[in-house]
């Protein structure tokens, strides 16, 4: 671990913001203190933040639409230091318009920035769901292709607002199905780990840069 990061609390409101879907929630890596743990709860024990100064309002199945539509209101008053966004599984697998896609990422990283925080997304993995499920060869094609086609999204998005995006290459033993839970579509413990343990270099360096 790096330490604590350098910042302030604003408002009494939280040091880092969570955004979502079930991945980004944390299913199936339990905390020991209650609920689930995930990437989230692992990198913010990364950077030295506490589980008081974290909050995840991410929602199982939640699409960007959701997150900016649900969540953001929620959240949209506070002064966090730093917003990470874990989402896109959903629209992959249902299906998304690009443009309107591009227009929530905006929205989200433009109020991100508003509020001065470090903001951070995870790109879209190709899950083992994928070669589990029973699916067409067109169908699989197709999700696969949507896959690509967020993820170009979110690099666009965050190349726009600045923001340091880590490409799947950066992740790669993400694809590793032993970094899965046998559903196919939930990172395991190992997997959420592994993800926490890439995503803190990134924003561990994005923290020293700006005094929170």
Same mark, same amino acid.
């Given at each position: ?25 944390? @299913? ?7 609920? =689930?743990?995930? =990437? *989230?709860? %692992? ?7 506490? $589980? ?16 900016? %539509?649900?969540?953001? +209101?929620?959240? @949209? ?16 697998? /249902?299906?998304? #318009? ?10 989200? &990283?433009? =109020?991100?920035?508003? %509020?001065? *925080? ?9 899950? +083992? ?7 067409? @060869? &067109?169908?699989?094609? $197709?999700?696969?292709?949507?896959? !690509? ?6 690099? /666009? ?10 490409? /799947? #290459? ?6 590793? +199905? ?7 579509? !939930?990172?395991?413990?190992?997997? !959420? ?6 995503? *803190? ?12």
């Amino acid at each position: 671990m790096g330490g604590r990061p350098a910042r302030r609390v604003m408002g009494g409101g939280p040091v880092m913001l969570v955004l979502g879907d079930s991945v980004a929630e944390g @299913q199936n890596d339990p905390d020991p203190a209650g609920g =689930w743990l995930g =990437w *989230a709860g %692992r990198l913010a024990r990364e950077l030295g933040i506490s $589980r008081e100064e974290m909050r995840n309002v991410s929602d199982p199945g939640a699409t960007i639409e959701d997150v900016v %539509r649900d969540q953001l +209101p929620a959240v @949209q008053d506070l002064r966090p230091g730093l917003v990470v966004l874990g989402c896109g599984m959903n629209d992959a697998l /249902r299906g998304f #318009e690009r443009e309107a896609a591009a227009t929530r990422l905006h929205e989200l &990283f433009g =109020w991100a920035r508003s %509020r001065g *925080a470090v903001a951070l997304a995870i790109p879209v993995p190709r899950p +083992p769901l994928l070669d589990l499920s029973p699916m067409s @060869q &067109f169908r699989k094609k $197709r999700t696969v292709q949507r896959i !690509h086609d967020f993820n170009e999204e979110l690099d /666009r998005a965050t190349r726009e607002f600045g923001i340091p995006f880590p490409g /799947r #290459e950066t992740v790669a033993k993400v694809a590793d +199905p032993a970094m899965w839970s046998a559903d196919g579509i !939930h990172l395991n413990p190992r997997g !959420h780990a592994y993800v926490a343990e890439v995503i *803190a270099n990134i924003a561990r360096s994005l923290l020293r840069e700006r005094v929170i």
